[in-house]
């Protein structure tokens, strides 16, 4: 069973060595919330796209909207389980008061080793290992010991955790030095690419596996498997993983019903179909207040977030034991209640058909897999050949801070990856223009 005093730490990775228990432990983690909304790749995520094309007329959410949302949503959640843990718990020394701010701050970085051009971008950096031009390099990768599967299964989670924690060149030990508590609310699956099964779903690559480790450990996180490595989740992990699941899906809706992809009583009966009785009829007579089509989506769209975060409150503390022993199954998302359930599901599935395949989001997926294969083959090539006239001029593109001129090739071409998923889209199609001639700066 884990604890919870273990749990919420508020030691610094890389930062070790000056940790002490002191009065001022407890604003650790809002410090790193403002470490991270202050960041350079924070920032960027403003010009990468979350489901849509990036706005023009029309505003609808970008990944720094996206994590904004998903933020606020968590804080709620994180004071809500705070709250009633200390109720529960009233003379631990377990930090609940600040639950809210450090799942808050793990909700701003969740998305951060997220590629250009939405989820297509992950899958084109997987497949341009496991299908195209980047197969070449398995035998060389696995010759020296690297982890093939890292890229062939490459997961922006992972790449996340990456950013958060590797020294990069010229950089401080300790990546950002977030509070362990934070960096291992953001693990959503504890196990290495090895466990993924061939899909894109793991929590850190080898380069970050042993630091993960020492977190773990330290927090008293459940240790499932030893070789390969597997961890039960880190309980805040849930409440991250409810914060994007409810701001993903429901503000879907609402930036389809702005773009017209969906009519008004359409949105209007997904978010309607949450409630019912009184709570049901008070939103109906509501609506009649304000007569902006919009502001009547928004105002729903508020009240289904408010119940989702209800539910998804009441699950966790409802199975707090189970999941504290590490045998929780699936999200709190699919545990609340039959109704809000069925509600959910069926925004979800309506979406799918009706809203990610929209000609609009396809053709942003098959630019992506275009720009960033292409990056990927002209700048794993200059690696590989580092001494060709071409490659040198590649190479002067690529800023100090990636090990491009490592002896082992994983960690060559794991370089290239930072340099491409830290990318925003605007960026990678400007690159991708300059480098095939397609546009050249003002002469």
């Not at 505003?59 to 909207?65: A, E, G, I, S």
């Not at 994180?78 to 718990?89: C, H």
């Not at 009583?265 to 009785?277: I, P, R, S, T, V």
């Not at 975060?309 to 189970?322: A, G, I, M, P």
């Amino acid at each position: 069973m884990m604890s919870w005093e273990r749990l919420l730490s508020s030691m610094r990775f890389g930062m070790e060595e000056y940790y002490t228990e002191n009065k001022h432990d407890r604003t650790e983690y809002q410090r790193d919330y403002d470490r991270l909304i202050f960041s350079s790749p924070f920032r960027r995520l403003q010009n990468k796209t979350q489901v849509f094309p990036l706005p023009g007329s029309i505003f609808v959410h970008n990944r720094l909207t996206h994590s904004l949302e998903v933020s606020s949503v968590g804080r709620s959640l994180g004071e809500n389980i705070g709250r009633e843990l200390r109720k529960k718990y009233p003379v631990s020394d377990a930090h609940f008061e600040e639950m809210g701010a450090i799942v808050s701050a793990a909700c701003l970085a969740h998305d951060l080793g997220n590629p250009p051009f939405g989820h297509s971008g992950e899958k084109a950096i997987s497949t341009f290992f496991s299908e195209g031009k980047g197969q070449k390099l398995q035998q060389q990768v696995e010759s020296e010991g690297g982890r093939w599967s890292d890229f062939t299964c490459f997961e922006g989670n992972a790449n996340a955790v990456r950013l958060l924690m590797h020294q990069f060149k010229g950089r401080r030990k300790g990546g950002f030095a977030l509070t362990y508590s934070t960096l291992a609310s953001i693990v959503k699956y504890p196990y290495s690419s090895e466990l993924s099964g061939g899909k894109n779903k793991f929590g850190f690559f080898a380069s970050e596996e042993n630091d993960y480790k020492t977190i773990a450990d330290e927090l008293g996180i459940l240790h499932i498997e030893q070789n390969p490595v597997r961890y039960a989740r880190y309980p805040l992990v849930y409440l991250v993983e409810a914060a994007d699941d409810i701001c993903y899906q429901i503000m879907d809706i609402e930036d389809a019903h702005k773009l017209h992809l969906i009519s008004t009583e359409k949105a209007q009966k997904l978010f309607l179909d949450f409630f019912e009785g009184e709570k049901l009829q008070r939103r109906i007579d509501n609506l009649n207040f304000v007569s902006d089509i919009n502001e009547q989506i928004a105002y729903l769209r508020a009240s289904v977030i408010g119940l989702l975060v209800d539910e998804c409150s009441k699950t966790f503390l409802k199975h707090e034991s189970t999941i504290l022993s590490g045998k929780f199954n699936g999200s709190l998302i699919k545990n609340i209640s039959q109704k809000a359930q069925k509600a959910y599901k069926n925004c979800s599935d309506f979406a799918v058909k009706n809203i990610y395949r929209t000609r609009d989001v396809l053709d942003i997926e098959l630019a992506g897999y275009r720009i960033i294969g292409f990056l990927l083959e002209v700048f794993t090539e200059a690696v590989k050949n580092p001494s060709h006239e071409y490659s040198k001029l590649l190479l002067q593109r690529i800023p100090e801070q990636y090990e491009t001129d490592s002896p082992q090739i994983s960690v060559k071409i794991q370089s290239i990856i930072d340099y491409v998923s830290g990318m925003t889209d605007v960026y990678a199609l400007d690159l991708y223009r300059k480098i095939t001639g397609i546009g050249l700066p003002n002469i």
